[in-house]
């Protein structure tokens, strides 16, 4: 399946992560997923483009030095307005820490957070038009926000990016699916208490493995940390994982649709 076409706004359209040790991360997600690597844009610094059959799939950049910023996987939503989506999010409550910012002929891009502190990208569209393959091992699957509560963060990403919610009709699990048209792209969940102190709300990427057992064991011998093993739900078998560094995300053997 390939998504390298144009993103409805509001669509998740690529993920990036900015870590300390840039080639050693590249070992670890190269030995995990199979991904090879191109330089690149040289305005992000010093940045990776991670591939899979010469096709991207994620970004991968070296933090700052003299920067304390998280490591942890960031996911990019589509704008065709990267000015304007930044303008909408600071009149909603959310902040701008970066941009919009010109990645040479790539396109424009902001970092941001919402009114919980969640940071996420926004991604305008030039010659970069984001991952360029999904369904795949190796491929971004779904981003899902954790928070404490889905009804206010809801209202926010509604009206910055236009979603329609879908609440899950559930008194036991808060879970709001976020549609862009009638497209399912992302999904908010809150967690209450369960939310980790030491993170506060965060987006949760998900990554497609062939085989979620397989794939936590990698993670440990490349130097990773699983932190909740492989289940079973209506979504797949998953895994909460961490990278050398700390990055936390999700690996999942998705479950026919």
């Not at 690149?40 to 991207?56: I, K, M, S, T």
Request: aromatic share 8%.
């Amino acid at each position: 399946m390939t998504e390298a076409a144009r993103h409805k706004p509001g669509t998740p359209c690529w993920v990036s992560l900015m870590v300390h040790d840039l080639d050693a991360t590249q070992e670890f997600y190269g030995g995990l997923f199979g991904w090879s690597f191109r330089p690149g844009p040289q305005q992000l610094g010093p940045y990776v483009r991670a591939l899979l059959d010469d096709e991207e799939v994620a970004g991968i950049g070296r933090l700052p030095v003299d920067r304390g910023l998280p490591v942890a996987w960031t996911p990019y939503l589509a704008s065709a307005d990267a000015g304007a989506t930044a303008e909408a999010i600071r009149c909603s409550g959310g902040t701008v820490a970066v941009g919009p910012l010109d990645a040479a002929d790539a396109g424009r891009m902001v970092i941001c957070s919402d009114p919980t502190g969640a940071v996420f990208g926004v991604w305008e569209q030039a010659a970069h038009l984001g991952t360029a393959v999904g369904g795949r091992p190796g491929t971004p699957a779904w981003n899902e926000l954790l928070t404490q509560e889905t009804d206010a963060v809801g209202k926010f990403y509604k009206t910055v990016f236009g979603y329609e919610l879908e609440p899950l009709a559930s008194a036991d699990l808060d879970l709001v699916t976020l549609k862009a048209g009638d497209r399912p792209v992302a999904s908010l969940h809150g967690v209450g208490t369960a939310l980790p102190r030491d993170r506060g709300a965060h987006w949760m990427t998900w990554f497609e493995v062939a085989d979620t057992d397989d794939a936590a064991h990698r993670v440990t011998e490349l130097g990773g940390q699983v932190l909740k093993p492989p289940r079973d739900d209506a979504d797949g078998r998953h895994a909460t994982v961490a990278d050398p560094e700390g990055a936390v995300f999700t690996i999942v053997r998705s479950a026919p649709r």
